[in-house]
C-alpha cells in the first residue's frame, strides 16, 4: 500500500494511525536514504502506542526500547543499523529476543544490513522523498 505524506507532522500522524491496527509481535523494516523520514515515521507509531519518553534515533546506542501503554503492546523497540557491518554486531546485543514477541512491536531501520538475521514474516516499509519540499513516498509491504 502506498501513501504520501506532505509534512513530518502528516508522516507521524500515519505511524499513529497505523499503530492502531499493530497486535503485537510484528516486525517492520524500515528503508530509506538518510532524511526520508524513518525516525519520523516511528515517532508517530509511538505516540499511538502510548509511548511517553521522547523518540530519537538510535544511530549511536543502535537500540532503544521503550515502555508501551497501549495494551496488549507493552514494548517498543527502535533499532537503527546504519552503522552495523553485519548480523552479527545486532545479534551480539540481543535484539532477535524481541522479534516476534507478542507484547512487542519492533523498528528496524537499515534492514538490508541485517538480513541474515531478520524474521521470515516481517513488513516493509520504503520511504521515499518526493518531488514536493517535504513530501514522502511512503510503501509499505509484506515479505
Known amino acids: 500500500m502506498l501513501y504520501s505524506t506532505q509534512s513530518a507532522k502528516q508522516t507521524m500522524a500515519l505511524g499513529k494511525k497505523l499503530s492502531s491496527q499493530l497486535k503485537g509481535g510484528e516486525v517492520f523494516g524500515l528503508s530509506g536514504e538518510l532524511g526520508a523520514g524513518k525516525t519520523t515515521l516511528v515517532k508517530g507509531i509511538a505516540l499511538g502506542l502510548g509511548v511517553k519518553k521522547p523518540i530519537t534515533s538510535p544511530t549511536f546506542v543502535l ?46 531501520e537499515w534492514p538490508a544490513k541485517v ?12 520511504l521515499k522523498l518526493g518531488k514536493k519540499n517535504n513530501q514522502r513516498n511512503i510503501n509499505f509491504n509484506n515479505r
Open 63 to 108: 537500540m532503544k526500547v521503550y515502555r508501551a501503554t497501549n495494551r496488549p503492546i507493552k514494548k517498543l523497540v527502535h533499532i537503527d543499523c546504519y552503522r552495523l557491518k553485519g548480523s552479527e554486531e545486532l545479534a551480539a546485543i540481543g535484539a532477535p529476543e524481541y522479534f516476534g514477541q507478542n507484547d512487542t512491536v519492533v523498528l528496524i
Open 115 to 126: 538480513k541474515k538475521i531478520l524474521p521470515k514474516k516481517i513488513l516493509n516499509v520504503k
